[in-house]
């Protein structure tokens, strides 16, 4: 075991867990940040998608001995009041059916949209692509981002 130091969401928090364990379970079983979902647990899936220092990584395969002075932005801190331009345009484009992967979906488009405020379609594809919904709302997602695009 060992004590590390996270900033994440803005905040220090401390953790004393061994190095190798995954950031994943580092939010979900010690820090009681839900919104960060398991799905596959090899990285192939993105419903683990958080931001570190402002890059979409996969949770579920990041040992947190590996994180140092990163910062972490889990679905929870993207915004405070749900008034994040993605956030409102899933709403309005009625994006969820199960919802089980949106939080991933929502963090790599955001880190697609710092990099790229006006991605093209190819750009969105390209950036999502390792993001999975067994819903299939792939329409209504690209829908979305083009329009949170337009917000920021």
């Given at each position: 075991?060992?004590?590390?130091?996270?900033?994440?969401?803005?905040?220090?928090?401390?953790?004393?867990?061994?190095p190798q364990t995954p950031?994943?379970?580092?939010?979900?079983?010690?820090?009681?940040?839900?919104?960060?979902?398991?799905?596959?647990?090899?990285?192939?899936?993105?419903?683990?998608?958080?931001?570190?220092?402002?890059?979409?990584?996969?949770?579920?395969?990041?040992?947190?001995?590996?994180?140092?002075?990163?910062?972490?932005?889990?679905?929870?801190?993207?915004?405070?009041?749900?008034?994040?331009?993605?956030?409102?345009?899933?709403?309005?484009?009625?994006?969820?059916?199960?919802?089980?992967?949106?939080?991933?979906q929502i963090m790599s488009?955001?880190?697609?949209?710092?990099?790229?405020?006006?991605?093209?379609?190819?750009?969105?594809?390209?950036?999502?692509?390792?993001?999975?919904?067994?819903?299939?709302?792939?329409?209504?997602?690209?829908?979305?981002?083009?329009?949170?695009?337009?917000?920021?």
């Amino acid at each position: 075991m060992a004590n590390f130091k996270l900033n994440i969401n803005g905040k220090v928090r401390e953790v004393d867990v061994d190095p190798q364990t995954p950031l994943l379970w580092v939010l979900r079983d010690h820090l009681q940040l839900f919104g960060t979902k398991y799905g596959c647990g090899v990285a192939q899936c993105g419903a683990c998608t958080v931001h570190l220092d402002g890059t979409a990584v996969r949770a579920c395969v990041l040992p947190i001995s590996t994180i140092r002075e990163k910062k972490i932005t889990t679905i929870e801190g993207l915004s405070e009041t749900t008034d994040h331009p993605l956030q409102k345009a899933w709403i309005e484009h009625d994006v969820p059916q199960c919802g089980y992967c949106q939080a991933g979906q929502i963090m790599s488009a955001a880190a697609l949209l710092k990099d790229n405020p006006s991605p093209s379609d190819q750009d969105i594809d390209n950036a999502m692509q390792g993001n999975i919904c067994r819903c299939g709302t792939y329409t209504r997602i690209k829908a979305a981002i083009k329009t949170a695009a337009k917000m920021s």
